[in-house]
């Protein structure tokens, strides 16, 4: 079974802070995203990468940077966290037509 | 831009009745997929649909797709409790990425 996990399943910051939320995919997957989840919003694309140390911009990445050094693992930076970054954040990895999601990370920024 | 919705937002429906959930979408896709989501747990992926006239069943769960109506919809028969959760349509753009829709979310009763 393929495997996406995340480092936190909750996470509570002060405003300020920088942030590293991890993801770690275990299927070899090329391509790898990350969502924030709100209420009524549906998922929205902050950043996915198709290879390692490629980025690419999703609907809404300010406030937000990546890291993909390595193919296994996806890692999202709040530079500087708000409190309207408080959000459910999933990550994903896909393998031609199907996505594979991890468990989530809640966090509250403060 | 391509832009998903879904309608209705909130189901309510008896065990034992059958509904239908709609996704439509913007522009040209010719890939759906559909997700369901428990409370407090992450996207698990139910159908892809690839190409126009589409059709996939699992168990009480059918979802079709009409590309030129750039329409998917998802069918419940015989509903049960089990069902009960958030329902996800997402659609590919040519960039690969994976638009969502708001979800519904469907409640079951006896």
């Known amino acids: 079974d393929v495997k996406v996990t995340q480092s936190s399943r909750y996470l509570v910051k002060r405003t300020g802070e920088k942030v590293f939320l991890e993801c770690v995919q275990d299927m070899d997957h090329e391509n790898m995203f990350w969502y924030r989840q709100d209420p009524g919003l549906g998922l929205r694309l902050i950043y996915f990468s198709y290879d390692v140390k490629m980025k690419e911009k999703g609907d809404i990445p300010e406030g937000y940077s990546v890291s993909r050094e390595k193919k296994e693992r996806f890692s999202l930076i709040l530079e500087s966290a708000s409190t309207n970054q408080t959000s459910m954040y999933l990550c994903?990895?896909?393998?031609?037509?199907?996505?594979?999601f991890g468990p989530g990370t809640r966090l509250l920024v403060l | 831009e391509l832009k998903v919705e879904q309608n209705p937002l909130f189901l309510s429906m008896q065990e034992g009745k059958n509904y239908t959930i709609y996704c439509n979408y913007s522009t040209t896709s010719d890939r759906l997929y559909w997700y369901r989501q428990d409370p407090g747990k992450s996207l698990e992926s139910l159908f892809v649909?690839?190409?126009?006239?589409a059709v996939k069943q699992e168990g009480r769960l059918m979802a079709s797709l009409d590309t030129k109506a750039r329409l998917s919809t998802l069918h419940i028969t015989a509903a049960v409790h089990d069902l009960s959760a958030t329902y996800f349509c997402?659609?590919?753009?040519?960039?690969?990425?994976?638009?969502f829709g708001p979800g519904t979310r469907l409640s079951v009763l006896p």
């Open positions: 994903a990895s896909s393998f031609m037509e199907t996505q594979y």
């Open positions: 997402a659609a590919q753009d040519y960039g690969q990425n994976f638009v």
């Open positions: 649909l690839l190409s126009n006239g």
